[in-house]
Nanobody
Framework: VQLQASGGGLVQAGASLRLSCAASGRTFSSCTTGWFRQAPGKEREFVGSATGSGTVYADSAKGRFAISRDNAKNTMFLQMNSLKPEDTAVYYC?????????????????WGQGTLVTVSS
């Protein structure tokens, strides 16, 4: 299974971006998928996750970011609105294998390669 993240870029504060993560090799089905980010000089941090029953977001993402999935296209999305300079980071998507389908503790079986989001002030 490979995850391919895309959609990053350079935007001004207040703008919106939608990141995509396409999976090859299997479908997401209802298994947990997530988004993380890593800013320069910082550790990777949780952004949000989607399970079969709903979504969970970090406090920094609540009200501004939204995760969605198109299971027919094996693609998940991270819609980011009202971007701030502190959102600048490499964003990674992640997904669980069917054997760990409902696991939602930040541990994932598959990771994308990351896409860079830069927000200027």
């Amino acid at each position: 299974v490979q995850l391919q993240a895309s959609g990053g870029g350079l935007v001004q504060a207040g703008a919106s971006l939608r990141l995509s993560c396409a999976a090859s090799g299997r479908t997401f089905s209802s298994c947990t998928t997530g988004w993380f980010r890593q800013a320069p000089g910082k550790e990777r941090e949780f952004v949000g996750s989607a399970t079969g029953s709903g979504t969970v977001y970090a406090d920094s993402a609540k009200g501004r970011f939204a995760i969605s999935r198109d299971n027919a296209k094996n693609t998940m999305f991270l819609q980011m609105n009202s971007l701030k300079p502190e959102d600048t980071a490499v964003y990674y998507c992640a997904a669980n294998a069917p054997v760990h389908c409902s696991r939602n503790n930040g541990v994932y079986d598959y990771w994308g390669q990351g896409t860079l989001v830069t927000v200027s002030s």
